[in-house]
């Protein structure tokens, strides 16, 4: 078997099928790929914040949080972004739609989520909402939302003072919290979308009264136009009106713009018919007079009672249709919609047989991606994946534009704020963000994590998302990838080319061969990246790499985002073993367009060379100092240099001295056939030597399949790091592989620093006590999945070389020899069952005091956190995460894989079994 069947998970069942024999999502799927039809022309491209951003930030100090808040957004015009309620929009989200309620008590018409701000929170940013995306195809052909809305007054008040009043070390006070869901006084809101074509697509809202009493509930589906006409340019502003409606039909509303086309909403129920223009209120903020008909127009009505504030000519760039609805307790009603590019004489139609089919289809392709799984595996990967299908949202910004100004310059301030020397970036694009609230903006290394999911279910999506950071628009002059709207300047590590490997790899299983135009395609720009990362990462030449906190926020001793003292130097375990990584994954690229293209193996060359100048390096095998690898302990620790050329070992455990082992690639006799000039190197560094130096595995040795290891860590290394790893008194926690060993825990006192002072660190499994890097994030102890699928997928590297015959004694399972594959599932297995009820009937990463572990309404649905709690699995941080945390998707069909020899149900113990124990 090739390489990448050896690693991936992707089942059988979606393996080289022809076009006979793919279901219809994957039909719709394949004629996307071949342009016959644009499926992705509307999706779920909406986010569920657009205040609050980088982007709508014009103040002169940058503070993006205060200078655009939840209380301006009704009555204020975006720039680049919208935002709303389960909505959808076109991909360029020129024409949105979304919902608003109303329940007659709350002070404000609901139209967006809620939430508390970074400077809010006790936790940073959190948002106060629930709701679910139940579930979605890649095509957006299926897509499904739920809401739970109070039937009592929103607290919004008491969240944020509640909230404010406590300090780090309390939990955050929740929705929940408030009692406003006591008695099941609220309203399930679910809402479908089922397209019959690329631009027509259905709308069912089912709005369900979960208490016992009748209750009244007012719901306005809306339909807007992007504000593009208000910002200096000379876009032909757009139009809503009435229009007349077919036979049958209660209402109709037609929408015409200059690029888009024309568009009709069609209503099957009766609504009041509202109209407004999406522009800024500017009354309300400064004292102008401004257009009679405003943004809150909806608001102002419905809430207020004012008469005027809506358009009576029913027409602008702003709709809504207002149902008032009593509903009984227990009783649900439901609302019909259309939304359609061309005139439908009956656009309700067997409006029920395209919902039971859009669903039975779904069915479909969730059951043949993982055809072998228990019921609860299914739940667990469908929801993941519904989220990451969800989380493909519109990001939309110019910087140049941003930073001049549009009919006013910005305060002179921002000539020297945040992104100034990315000018360069343009950005109008579907990106796959890692939150579509706390995080509604793309993240770069999340993103080659999200790229891994996705292509489980749309490889063609994942592939188009690896190019998108690496395109003109994006990656610097100077090669540097950006990071985030709030510093694109920051530094994540380098995973993008290891995820660009792994899309290729998927997509050779699925259809049998990979794409080698698109590896070649991101081969090129990632060069750009990679000269980046050597010329400005590693400063002094000495193949020790820098880089700041790299994703991993509070993880050291001190913030080593910041300069430290003139003179010294931090040498990074992590940043050094993610270029080794990124050096063998370059290497690997190489080798597979050298299958056709021999000109690539001087590149393989110089690659692998730049590979063995890093280990020796970080081996401590030259003149430029010591080893990262400390040998008493047997672990990677980073270097602080001082002036006078000494040095000193962090003594920190930590995912800062694993992620070391992520620089591991197997290269089989296919990858090197066409390159004699390659395998003589390999030859000439036998047993690891480069430069007089054992500096990493042997490359010249070879398995009983003529594979060759390409590593930084070796197989005498290896069961040192193994011993801390597997041990649960220090990395391995019940859920997965801390992120700081739990021996900080009493082991916190590490001494004095040169011109840094006394430091320490202490294990916290749970949420941060700092508020280091906003404090909504913990690197001190949880448990992350994105780091954890990294270590899972080295494992399986170094058991597809190694074998059987290279077994561990596990700390954590006394007397018990393992494979490497074998801890590699232990891990996986302790990952997926944070989402699996455990002997008590309790899913661990959900509250335990929570209606999600017994109530029928909320018990089969996911928050999908952005990590968990060491010792108990609760999740933690953002609770719509499905952007790497989506990697459980991976994980849960890890499971049922066909070259894995572990399931559950053996009839012998199997380590599954051991890792449910």
């Known amino acids: 078997m090739s390489e990448g069947k050896k690693e991936n998970g992707t089942p059988q069942a979606i393996m080289s099928l022809n076009h006979q024999q793919l279901n219809k999502e994957r039909r719709r799927l394949e004629q996307q790929r071949a342009g016959e039809a644009d499926w992705r022309l509307w999706g779920p491209y909406l986010s569920e914040r657009a205040w609050g951003t980088v982007r709508e930030d014009y103040s002169p100090d940058g503070r993006a949080w205060e200078y655009f808040d939840h209380d301006q957004a009704r009555s204020r015009a975006y720039r680049w972004n919208e935002d709303g309620l389960g909505g959808i929009s076109d991909e360029k989200q020129r024409l949105c739609f979304a919902l608003a309620l109303w329940n007659g008590r709350d002070p404000i ?55 404010r009043r406590r300090n780090r070390l309390d939990p955050p006070f929740n929705l929940l919290d408030s009692g406003v869901f006591d008695e099941d006084r609220y309203w399930d809101v679910d809402i479908c979308y089922a397209k019959v074509s690329p631009t027509r697509i259905r709308i069912r809202i089912t709005l369900l009264n979960c208490s016992h009493e ?56 009766q609504a009041e018919l509202l109209f407004t223009e999406n522009e800024t209120h500017a009354e309300r903020f400064w004292g102008l007079s401004s257009s009679p008909y405003v943004k809150d127009a909806f ?48 656009p309700f139609k067997e409006v029920e047989k395209i919902f039971a089919v859009r669903r039975s289809e779904a069915d479909v392709f969730y059951d043949e991606l993982l055809p072998e799984g228990g019921v609860e595996d ?95 628009n994006y990656l610097h002059p100077n090669g540097q990838i950006p990071a985030y709207e709030w510093a694109f ?125 890093i280990a020796k390096a970080i081996s401590g095998g030259d003149e430029n100092g010591p080893s990262l690898w400390d040998p008493d302990a047997g672990f990677f620790k980073d270097l602080l240099m001082t002036p006078d050329g000494s040095h000193h070992r962090i003594d920190v455990y930590s995912w800062v001295g694993l992620i070391p082992m992520f620089a591991t690639e197997v290269v089989d006799k296919r990858l090197l056939a066409n390159v004699p000039r390659f395998r003589r190197m390999l030859q000439i560094h036998k047993k690891g030597l480069f430069q007089g130096s054992c500096v990493c595995a042997c490359p010249d040795w070879e398995n009983e399949q003529g594979e060759h290891l390409l590593a930084l860590v070796d ?3 290896l069961p040192r790091i193994l011993s801390r790893l597997l041990n649960e008194d220090e990395f391995l926690s019940p859920y997965g592989v ?47 999945i994105p780091t954890n699928y990294a270590l899972v997928q080295a494992l399986e590297k170094f058991h597809r070389f190694l074998g059987d015959d290279f077994t561990f004694e596990a700390p954590c399972l006394p007397g018990r020899s393992l494979t490497l594959r074998d801890i590699a599932t232990l891990i996986a297995e302790r990952l997926v069952n944070l989402y699996r009820r455990d002997e008590q009937g309790r899913i661990p990463a959900l509250r335990r005091d929570s209606p999600f572990q017994s109530d029928e309404t909320w018990s089969d649905l996911n928050l999908f956190y952005e990590f968990f709690h060491a010792e108990t699995g609760q999740g933690l941080g953002a609770a719509h995460q499905t952007g790497w945390t989506g990697l459980l998707a991976n994980l849960v069909m890890r499971r049922y894989r066909k070259d894995i020899p572990v399931f559950l149900g053996h009839e012998d113990e199997s380590i599954t079994q051991i890792c449910c124990e």
């Open 109 to 163: 018409l609901k139209e967006r989520a809620f939430g508390l701000t970074g400077n809010q929170g006790n936790r940073g940013e959190d948002v106060k909402e629930y709701y679910f995306y139940t579930d979605a195809l890649p095509s957006h052909s299926w897509l499904r939302y739920l809401y739970k809305y109070p039937q009592s007054a929103y607290p919004y008040g008491r969240l944020v003072e509640e909230n």
């Open 214 to 269: 009748m209750a009244e509930l007012h719901l306005i589906p809306q339909l807007w136009f992007r504000n593009s006409w208000s910002w200096g340019d000379t876009a032909e502003k757009p139009s809503l009106q009435l229009d007349d409606p077919p036979e049958g039909v209660n209402w109709s509303v037609r929408a015409e713009h200059a690029e888009l086309g024309g568009y009709r909403l069609y209503g099957d129920q």
């Open 299 to 346: 608001h102002r009505l419905i809430v207020n009672g004012e008469l005027g504030a809506v358009n009576p000519e029913r027409s602008g760039t702003k709709f809504g249709a207002w149902y008032r609805l009593r509903v009984g307790g227990g009783e649900s009603k439901k609302i019909d919609l259309m939304l359609a590019a061309e005139s439908v004489d009956q």
């Open 378 to 472: 299914h739940r667990i990967m469908r929801q993941v994946l519904a989220g990451m299908i969800w989380s493909k949202q519109f990001f939309h910004f110019d910087v140049q534009r941003w930073l001049v100004g549009d009919q006013q310059a910005p305060p002179a301030l921002r000539k020297d704020g945040r992104n100034r020397q990315w000018r360069h970036l343009r950005a109008a694009d579907v990106l796959s963000m890692p939150d579509t609230w706390e995080y509604p903006w793309f993240a770069a290394w999340d993103l080659a994590f999200h790229c891994v999911a996705l292509a489980l279910v749309d490889v063609d999506f994942a592939k188009q998302q690896i190019e998108v950071l690496l395109g003109e």
């Open 489 to 613: 300047d920051d530094v994540n590590p380098p995973v993008h080319a290891w995820g660009a490997l792994k899309v290729y790899r998927a997509e050779r299983i699925q259809r049998g061969e990979g794409d080698r135009r698109y590896l070649q395609r991101v081969f090129h720009k990632l060069l750009l990246n990679y000269a980046w990362w050597i010329n400005r990462k590693d400063k002094h030449g000495q193949n020790l790499f820098e880089g700041g906190f790299l994703g991993l926020d509070n993880i050291s001793v001190f913030d080593r985002s910041k300069p430290l003292p003139s003179g010294h130097i931090l040498k990074q375990a992590d940043a050094t073993g993610w270029m080794a990584m990124f050096a063998l994954n370059m290497t690997v690229m190489a080798l597979e367009l050298a299958i056709e293209d021999d000109d690539y193996e001087n590149i393989a060359i110089q690659c692998y060379e730049q590979f063995l100048s």
């Open 715 to 717: 197989h005498t290394m």
């Open 738 to 784: 801390r992120s700081l060993s739990k021996l900080h825990d009493h082991y916190q006192d590490l001494g004095n620093l040169p011109g840094i002072g006394p430091t320490g660190i202490r294990y916290q499994p749970g949420e941060s006590e700092s508020g280091l890097f906003g404090g909504n994030s913990n690197w001190r102890g949880p448990v992350w």
